[in-house]
């Protein structure tokens, strides 16, 4: 079974610009939920998405938005990138009462912005 | 969801088991302890989960209070490859969390040769 594709696996990126990350989620899970980590902050939530609906987002400026496709692959978007955006973007995938309702995570972007 | 209080740090010798602890005192009946680890600039990876009862696995045991308000995940044989960010989090049955798991900082455990 193939576990959660995050890509790409590594970005760089200008100060200005924007950016769009993807994440394909394991075969039969609906549930897609972005994290961003920082060395500060840690793992912080971005927002979650069901069903190509947006169910739980969390306290993060409007430049990050997301959206879901009818086969649950997920991309985020960051526009207008700071130098602070910096960090490893992790997805996770759930596959509800199957799964225990436990979280697959992917490997994680890495961006950086120069 | 709970929330998780974890050392920060820990070590271990190779070959020796690892404990490390955690508290969740305001645990809700029916919230799952689960543990998770991350190796550095990778996703965190699925460790074992609980709800109630001591839980056994390839990588790790579980072992959960009878009150639920603190629990100990055991690496049995310490290796150098389970230097990790080990991350306690509590999460609700019913998928009620929404995506939103609060990582807490994690303890940073070290396995010496």
């Known amino acids: 079974k193939a576990g959660v594709t995050q890509t790409p696996r590594y970005l760089i990126k200008t100060r200005g610009q924007q950016v769009t990350l993807s994440c394909s989620p394991i075969?039969?899970?609906?549930?897609v939920s972005w994290y961003q980590q920082t060395p500060g902050q840690g793992l912080q939530f971005l927002f979650e998405?069901?069903?190509?609906?947006?169910?739980n987002k969390g306290n993060f400026p409007g430049r990050f938005s997301g959206r879901q496709f009818s086969n649950s692959r997920s991309e985020m978007n960051v526009s207008t990138l700071e130098l602070g955006d910096s960090a490893l973007y992790l997805c996770?995938?759930?596959?509800?009462?199957?799964?225990?309702?436990?979280?697959?995570f992917g490997s994680g972007t890495r961006l950086t912005v120069v | 969801d709970a929330k998780t209080t974890q050392p920060t740090s820990m070590d271990c010798a190779e070959g020796r088991a690892a404990n490390l602890p955690c508290n969740h005192s305001?645990?809700?009946?029916?919230?799952?302890v689960y543990w998770y680890r991350q190796i550095h600039s990778q996703g965190p990876q699925y460790i074992i989960h609980?709800?109630?009862n001591n839980e056994t696995n390839e990588m790790a045991s579980l072992i959960i209070t009878e009150d639920r308000k603190s629990s100990t995940l055991i690496l049995p044989h310490a290796t150098l490859r389970d230097t990790a960010v080990y991350y306690c989090?509590?999460?609700?049955?019913?998928?009620?969390?929404?995506?939103?798991?609060?990582f807490g900082q994690g303890t940073i455990l070290t396995v010496h040769p």
């Open positions: 609980g709800l109630k």
């Open positions: 989090i509590v999460i609700a049955a019913g998928g009620t969390s929404y995506g939103k798991l609060t």
């Open positions: 998405y069901f069903s190509e609906t947006q169910r």
């Open positions: 996770a995938s759930q596959g509800g009462f199957s799964n225990n309702y436990g979280y697959t």
């Open positions: 075969s039969g899970h609906r549930s």
């Open positions: 305001t645990i809700s009946g029916n919230e799952y």
